[in-house]
């Protein structure tokens, strides 16, 4: 199994980027983006249900950040719009074999994608 995640760059305050995580190896009943900023914790930032009827978001991001799929490449996106300069972090995508409700926990997740850098410049 591998994600590959991708996206990530330098944008402006205000601006916008999507993340890429594209799995191989198999499907998941869940994925879910994270972040982590050096010496912080990695937090949880959005998730989605396989079948894209479920999604779940940090309050921090949401009505900002759209998190999506495309079950034919098996690839999950996290559109972020109105950045800013507190997104700035390290991105990490995240799967599990199992559908279940606890986004915020790191443990419940199987696989982890080696992350994609975001910085956002006020």
């Known amino acids: 199994v591998q994600l590959q995640a991708s996206g990530g760059g330098l944008v402006q305050a205000g601006g916008s980027l999507r993340l890429s995580c594209a799995a191989s190896?198999?499907?998941?009943?869940?994925y879910a983006w994270f972040r982590q900023v050096p010496g912080r914790e990695r937090e949880f930032v959005a998730g989605?249900?396989?079948?894209?009827?479920?999604?779940h978001y940090a309050d921090s991001v949401k009505g900002r950040f759209t998190i999506s799929r495309d079950s034919a490449k098996n690839t999950v996106y996290l559109q972020m719009n109105d950045l800013k300069p507190e997104d700035t972090a390290i991105y990490y995508c995240?799967?599990?074999?199992?559908?279940?409700?606890?986004?915020?926990?790191?443990?419940?997740?199987?696989?982890w994608g080696q992350g994609t850098l975001v910085t956002v410049s006020s």
């Open positions: 989605i249900s396989w079948g894209g009827d479920r999604t």
């Open positions: 190896g198999m499907t998941f009943s869940r």
């Open positions: 995240a799967t599990d074999r199992r559908y279940r409700t606890t986004w915020h926990v790191l443990a419940t997740y199987d696989y």
